[in-house]
Nanobody, 124 residues
Framework: QTQLHEAGGGLMQAGGSLTLSCAASGRTFTNNVMAWFRQGHGKEREFVAGINWIGDVTDYADSVKGRFRISRDYAKNTVYLQMNSLSPEDTAVYYC?????????????????WGQGTQVTVSS
């Protein structure tokens, strides 16, 4: 059974840093796009960051550009999201997703695999 497992969420003060990880099990995602989405309370799920299957192209939402960094470790079948300069607006449940394709997409309907989500709360 293919699963994605997020970890690393928690409570952080504004201005702090946090790194999320997403470990895949059941299969490798070497040839898949990996991405992070988030959903704040009462909001729709939104794209945060994505990385292509080679790992040489990344894309970010404007709201996190310059503060967040996505990376992947093929040997560990894991993708990371390093988050810096956190603000209360970053408070959300963060989801890891994988797509059976080579290119990053912003629509969550384009992703076939999802993790259960991890809560990130940033206090002011």
């Amino acid at each position: 059974q293919t699963q994605l497992h997020e970890a690393g969420g928690g409570l952080m003060q504004a201005g702090g840093s946090l790194t999320l990880s997403c470990a895949a099990s059941g299969r490798t995602f070497t040839n898949n796009v990996m991405a992070w989405f988030r959903q704040g309370h009462g909001k729709e799920r939104e794209f945060v960051a994505g990385i292509n299957w080679i790992g040489d192209v990344t894309d970010y939402a404007d709201s996190v550009k310059g503060r967040f960094r996505i990376s992947r470790d093929y040997a560990k079948n894991t993708v990371y999201l390093q988050m810096n300069s956190l603000s209360p607006e970053d408070t959300a449940v963060y989801y890891c997703a994988a797509r059976n394709n080579y290119f990053v997409r912003y629509d969550d309907e384009d992703y076939e695999y999802w993790g259960q989500g991890t809560q990130v709360t940033v206090s002011s």
